[in-house]
């Protein structure tokens, strides 16, 4: 640790237990492990270079941003180095003629929008933790939110990247230009990864011009089969929310309940809506949405228009994780994807799971792409084997119904064991392959996404 000390700089190292603690977890329910030494890098090259080290000794190394991460991709399962890069943070430049943004992996996703806004443009990602994810977490992890099901994911905003490899080796991988095939897509290789491929030093990303207008529907439905229809409905007549997003009829119990939400006399779901655009065209696309939500028997419809007003309609959905986390003593987020049209059949899966189990499955996601949280609520801790089959239940009853296991929050340390029942142990060794390619030592990240591999065994 010496050798890095004297790379990284005085202070860049760091073993005080109550500070290793704090980095020894994220907001998973993974079980907390210490590392030995937490380093803070401030410069790309310095980042290279510690990684090149831990390399020649074979030190297990976890890249962390800012641990919002919900599987354990950030947890140091295997001890050695956290490497943050937190104090990586500089917007070194838009570029708003081109629309492209050039960032380093610490900044704070919130700056981004907010810089990238004041220059008329528009970065779409959105996870829910905007407020305090860092770009290097969602270029991980491929972060998506509500905004996906009109303008995709991160991947879909990155041109290129500058990026270390397990022998420390720096790569510039992507292209330039919006445009370009020039061999293989490493960038959309490595975005995704989950620091188990490259660590990111530095991030092309590829901005759009931001919508003139927003608007927001809240609107209440009579039951969770009614969700699927309003979705279609709105879906036919050619418009494109930008967030499309669901509330099932548990979760809208318990908001009532115990939130102080104000919801309507008989109603048993919600979707929160969204679109955006030009002024003129949107107030005929509103018409359209509502009469599509009347159609299949929408309650009660609240519309917004000011950021004020808008906040306030979102502000239920955004706490809505926390509101459960104080209901049980225990709670588990889990996050699938199933085909639009198989949506209400998930979501019966659910009730059935439930009820087999005893375990409470409130449910909220992004309706507009079928990416949902399903959510496991408990207080007895002898109930934990009873969850862990009601969650491999649900991982298969996914992946029957077409869908896959995780739709932005990765595999990392929780969802690892499940990974066979989706990919089939040939395309298994063949990701293992490349990771031994990009990672000879196995020192990235070791302990996530698949249950085996190999991995340092060096100590600082």
């Known amino acids: 640790m010496l050798e890095i000390e004297r790379i990284a700089g005085s202070g860049s190292v760091i073993r005080d237990p109550d500070i290793r603690a704090a980095y020894s977890h994220d907001e998973s329910e993974v079980e907390p492990h210490l ?10 090259d310095v980042l290279a270079l510690v990684v090149e080290i831990a390399a020649k000794y074979e030190i297990p190394l976890t890249a962390r941003g800012a641990g919002t991460g919900r599987v354990g991709g950030a947890v140091p399962v295997h001890g050695g180095i956290v490497l943050s890069t937190e104090k990586l943070n500089s917007i070194v430049e838009i570029d708003a003629q081109e629309g492209i ?26 996870p829910n933790s905007l407020a305090t994810c860092t770009i290097g977490g969602n270029l991980a992890c491929n972060a998506g939110g509500p905004r996906a099901f009109k303008y995709g994911v991160t991947r879909n905003y990155v041109l290129s990247l500058q990026a270390v490899t397990g022998s420390g080796a720096r790569l510039n991988v992507g292209r330039p230009t919006v445009k370009g095939v020039t061999g293989y897509d490493l960038a959309g290789l490595i975005v995704g990864s989950e620091g188990t491929l490259a660590l990111i030093e530095r991030a092309r990303l ?10 927001t529907l809240l609107v209440f439905l009579p039951s969770d089969e009614s969700i699927g229809e309003a979705i279609q409905a709105t879906l036919r007549r050619g418009i494109t929310p930008r967030c499309l997003e669901l509330i099932d009829s548990i979760a809208l119990g318990l908001m009532r309940r115990d939130a102080g939400v104000a919801i309507p006399e008989g109603a048993e779901a919600m979707l929160l809506v969204e679109l955006d655009g030009d002024e003129a065209l949107l107030e005929r696309e509103l018409e359209r949405v509502a009469d599509a ?17 808008r906040e306030r309609l979102w502000a239920a959905r955004r706490e809505l994780s926390r509101t459960l986390r104080g209901i049980a003593r225990f709670k588990l987020s889990e996050d699938i994807v199933v085909p639009r049209r198989r949506i209400f059949d998930l979501l019966r899966r659910c009730r059935e799971i439930s009820e087999e189990s005893g375990i409470l499955m409130p449910t909220y996601g ?6 949902l949280h399903v959510n496991f609520l408990w207080d007895d801790p002898e109930k934990r084997p009873e969850v862990d089959r009601a969650i491999e239940a649900l991982f ?3 992946v ?13 340390v929780l969802k690892a064991p499940y990974l066979p029942l989706e990919q089939s142990s040939e395309l298994i060794t063949l990701q293992r392959g490349i990771k ?25």
């Open 35 to 44: 590392a030995d030494a937490i380093v803070r890098v401030e410069r790309g």
């Open 101 to 126: 943004a050039i960032v380093d992996p610490g900044v704070v996703l919130a700056d981004l929008h907010a810089a990238v806004e004041a220059e008329g443009l528009f970065y779409p990602p959105d």
């Open 206 to 215: 590829r901005l759009i011009p931001r919508p003139e207008s927003i608007h």
């Open 293 to 309: 939500f009347n159609a299949a028997g929408a309650l009660e419809i609240l519309s917004a228009q000011s950021s004020t007003e």
């Open 366 to 371: 992004h309706a507009g792409d079928g990416n």
């Open 396 to 398: 298969r009853a996914t």
């Open 400 to 412: 029957e119904m077409g869908g896959t296991l995780s739709g932005e929050h990765g595999i990392g």
């Open 436 to 460: 031994a390619l990009f990672d000879p030592s196995g020192i990235l990240n070791p302990g996530k996404i698949f249950l085996t591999e190999r991995k340092g065994h060096g100590t600082c």
